[in-house]
């Protein structure tokens, strides 16, 4: 009898667990995986952020000369890489680190996320970073508009003017401005560059991402 109740108890715990784990913990586990099948190249340049960095697949045609780790997870707030900071910096060498995140905090908090509440976020990932690689480039590239998130605007416009600030006073980091390439002659949003849910992009919006980045990256 106490040994069909201890069976039950790790049946209910292992349970618990599985339904217990924080998001993405299973990308987190699929790039430990990647990592250990094929260890990442030292001095490459590490892509950090969400899904625009995750549906890049072929971000390596785009870049051919330079080595790229890319590390981008869907659906991920900053509020996330700085709780799998370990995970995202530790196992890499990188000789850059580029940042595309932000849009989610705004979007998937149960509340409202401000954009001040999203550069305290942003500050500390860039702390933690600096912590492991003190005199590594850095760049952030700035939070797109999305059409089909026109409500939020506002509020990404005034983060990015925060993280804009904040990063053209600190050494060896940048801000990459992809909004005003992202717009056509009249200012405004190019739909064309999205896929119908308006959220992510087709490659054309790519190209340009490519055209942008490539200036800033060593």
């Not at 949003?189 to 490539?214: N, Q, S």
């Amino acid at each position: 009898m106490k040994k069909l109740l201890f069976f039950f108890s790790i049946l209910i715990f292992s349970g618990l667990f599985a339904q217990q784990k924080p998001d993405f913990w299973n990308d987190i586990q699929e790039f430990k995986k990647q990592d250990s099948l094929n260890p990442p190249p030292k001095d490459a340049i590490l892509l950090i952020g969400s899904s625009s960095f995750t549906n890049w697949r072929d971000v390596y045609s785009y870049f051919p000369d330079r080595p790229i780790i890319n590390r981008g997870f869907g659906g991920s707030r900053i509020a996330d890489l700085n709780f799998y900071a370990e995970d995202l910096l530790n196992p890499y060498h990188p000789k850059q680190i580029i940042i595309y995140c932000g849009e989610n905090d705004m979007a998937y908090d149960k509340e409202k996320t401000t954009a001040s509440a999203a550069f305290k976020r942003f500050k500390q990932f860039y702390r933690t970073i600096r912590s492991k690689y003190p005199n590594i480039e850095v760049d952030y590239i700035s939070m797109k508009r999305s059409p089909s998130r026109e409500h939020l605007w506002p509020e990404i416009e005034k983060a990015n003017a925060k993280i804009e600030r904040f990063m053209n006073r600190k050494a060896n980091s940048e801000y990459i401005d992809i909004v005003k390439p992202m717009e056509d002659g009249t200012g405004n949003v190019r739909k064309d560059l999205f896929l119908d849910d308006m959220l992510h992009m087709r490659p054309a919006g790519y190209e340009i991402w490519a055209r942008t980045m490539k200036p800033y990256m060593k």
